[in-house]
Each structure stands twice: as structure tokens, then as C-alpha cells.
């Protein structure tokens, strides 16, 4: 599938969507040291698999503070 030649029709739309896309600066911040902070959602003892999601916003300013706070002790 990934060795397919996409149409032209496709790759316009790859390319608008592209162009439109943005990641907040925090985000950015994270992809610059290589150090994404995330939360997991799942219970890995139970399901035997970790499922979880990225931290934006408040959540990502919250985290980010407490840990700041910690490494400042």
C-alpha cells in the first residue's frame, strides 16, 4: 500500500491538508528536545497493551509545570 502511486487528486489533497496544519508551540518546544509528554489512558497489566494520547493545552501547561517545579527541588 505505502509503495502505491497516489493520483493526482490525492496528493493535492495531502498537499492542502499539509499547508493547513498546525501544531501548537508547545508542541514544537517538545519536538525539539525529542521529549514528547504523554499520558496513558490504558491499564497495561490488564489488557496487556498501553494505549495513551499526547498532552496539549492546559494539560500539557500543568504537567509541564509540576515537572519544572520537581527538577527545581
Known amino acids: 500500500v505505502l ?3 497516489a493520483s493526482k ?3 493535492k489533497m495531502y498537499g492542502e491538508r499539509q499547508n ?3 501544531v501548537a ?3 514544537e518546544e517538545q519536538w525539539g528536545q ?3 509528554l504523554a499520558c496513558i489512558a490504558s491499564r497495561p497489566g490488564q489488557v496487556w ?3 495513551g494520547y499526547i498532552l496539549e ?3 500539557l ?3 509541564s509545570r509540576k515537572i519544572k517545579a520537581k527538577k527545581g527541588k
Request: charged share 40%; glycine share 4%.
Open 61 to 63: 501547561e500543568f504537567y
Open 25 to 27: 508551540q508547545p508542541l
Open 9 to 11: 487528486k490525492v496528493m
Open 3 to 5: 509503495n502505491k502511486i
Open 34 to 36: 525529542v521529549r514528547l
Open 57 to 59: 493545552g492546559k494539560e
Open 49 to 51: 497493551r498501553c494505549d
Open 20 to 22: 493547513k496544519a498546525k
